[in-house]
C-alpha cells in the first residue's frame, strides 16, 4: 500500500456492501454542531492590543466558523445562533432554552455531539447545568475564550477547535459534559472561572479529565458523580425554575439581604459563607426564621476551595439546613433549583449535594 493511502482503501476493494459501509464508517467525519450564545469569544476589540477591553457577543456564528477552515478537517459542523449576549447577563428562562435545544439535538441521529460557545462569566454555571439535566451519552463541550478575536494571542479559535474535537470523538462519550479551555478538558461539575483576566481561567480544584493536543484527547480521569444519563433531572420535563438567590456573608453582614428575599418570594436561600461556610451569630437567627417559614437554607463557602462540612460551624442537623459540599454559592444554586422541582426536602437535598 503506498504511503498516501488512505484509510479503508483496502476494505473497499472488498466488493461486499457491509465492508463498504464499514469502510466509509471509517474515514467519515463526526457531525457536530454549535450553538452560540454570545460572549468574548463573539467579541471584538477596537485594536489587537484591547485584550480586555472589547465589546463581547458582536460576531454571528456562521462568521465564527468560516473563519475557521481547520475545523472541516475534524468534523462536518454547522452552526445555531441561540441567543446573542454576555453570559453575565444570562436567565433561568436562558438556561431553559439552551438545555431543551441542547437535549433535542442529542436525539437525533445525526448529531454526535454538541459545542456550545459562551461567555466565561456564567460558563461554569451552564456547562453545570447541562449536566444535571440533559439526558444523553453524547459529549457535549462548552467552551469561551477570555480575548476576543481580534486581540493579539486570541485564544478563541484553539479553544473552539479543541471543543469540536472533544465533541466529534467516541472515547468522549459517557463522560457527561466538558469546558474545553486553555488546552485542558474539565467536567462541568468541577471547573470554575477562577482568574478574570488570563487564558488559563478555567481550574478544576480535582484537576482536570484530560487535554487535547493536536486533535488527540489524553484522558487522565473520569467524573465521578452523577451527570447527564445518570441525573434524576430532565430538561424535558423542567419548564420553570423556582426563585432561589444567594446571601454572601462578611464582616459586619445584616439580615437585611435574608429577610428582603424571603419577603420577596425565594424558596431556597444560599448562604455564601465564610471559611468553612461559617454564619455570622446576628445571622443565625434570621436564617433559622426563613426556615421556619420554609424556605430552604444551604449552607455554601465563598471561599472557592476545600468543602463545606455538615454539623461543623452550625448544627446543620438541628437547623435542618443543608451543605453544599463543594459546590461554589453560584452552583449549589442551581442544584437547589433543579432539586425543588422535584419537591425535595432537606433530606433529599442533602442527597443530591453529596450525589451530583
Ligand atoms: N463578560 C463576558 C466575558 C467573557 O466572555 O469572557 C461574558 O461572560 O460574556
Not at 328 to 337: D, G, W
Amino acid at each position: 500500500m503506498g504511503i498516501l493511502s488512505v484509510p479503508g482503501a483496502a476494505l473497499a476493494q472488498d466488493a461486499s456492501p457491509a465492508a463498504a459501509q464499514a469502510a466509509k464508517a471509517q474515514t467519515a467525519k463526526p457531525n457536530v454542531v454549535v450553538l452560540a450564545t454570545g460572549g468574548t469569544i463573539a467579541g471584538a476589540g477596537a485594536s489587537t492590543v484591547n485584550s480586555a477591553t472589547y465589546t463581547a457577543a458582536k460576531v454571528p456564528v456562521d462568521k465564527l466558523l468560516a473563519g475557521l477552515p481547520e475545523l472541516a478537517q475534524i468534523a462536518n459542523v454547522r452552526g445555531e445562533q441561540v441567543f446573542q449576549i454576555a453570559s453575565e447577563s444570562f436567565t433561568n428562562d436562558n438556561l431553559l432554552t439552551l438545555a431543551k435545544r441542547v437535549s433535542q439535538l442529542a436525539k437525533q441521529s445525526d448529531v454526535d455531539g454538541i459545542v456550545i460557545t459562551h461567555g466565561t462569566d456564567t460558563l461554569a454555571e451552564t456547562a453545570y447545568f447541562l449536566s444535571l439535566t440533559v439526558h444523553t451519552d453524547k459529549p457535549i463541550a462548552v467552551v469561551g475564550s477570555m480575548r476576543p478575536g481580534t486581540a493579539l494571542s486570541a485564544d478563541g479559535a484553539l479553544n473552539l477547535v479543541n471543543a469540536v474535537s472533544v465533541a466529534g470523538s467516541k472515547d468522549a462519550r459517557g463522560k457527561g459534559v466538558f469546558v474545553t479551555m486553555n488546552d485542558e478538558i474539565n467536567t462541568a461539575r468541577d471547573v470554575n472561572k477562577d482568574i478574570n483576566i488570563q487564558t488559563g481561567a478555567f481550574k478544576s480544584q480535582w484537576g482536570p479529565l484530560g487535554m487535547v493536543v493536536e486533535g488527540k484527547n489524553y484522558w487522565f480521569r473520569a467524573p465521578v458523580k452523577r451527570h447527564t444519563m445518570n441525573s434524576e433531572f430532565n430538561i424535558d420535563n423542567i419548564d420553570k425554575l423556582p426563585q432561589v438567590d444567594i446571601v454572601y456573608a462578611y464582616g459586619s453582614v445584616q439580615p437585611t439581604a435574608v429577610n428582603a428575599l424571603v419577603d420577596a418570594g425565594a424558596k431556597a436561600i444560599v448562604h455564601a459563607g465564610t471559611g468553612n461556610g461559617s454564619v455570622a451569630d446576628r445571622m443565625v437567627k434570621p436564617l433559622q426564621d426563613a426556615r421556619g417559614k420554609g424556605v430552604l437554607i444551604v449552607r455554601s463557602a465563598r471561599v472557592p476551595y476545600g468543602f463545606v462540612l455538615r454539623n461543623a460551624e452550625q448544627p446543620d442537623d438541628k437547623y435542618d439546613w443543608v451543605v453544599a459540599h463543594d459546590m461554589r454559592p453560584e452552583k449549589a444554586r442551581l442544584l437547589t433549583m433543579l432539586a425543588l422541582t422535584k419537591g425535595a426536602n432537606t433530606k433529599e437535598l442533602q442527597r443530591m449535594f453529596w450525589e451530583y
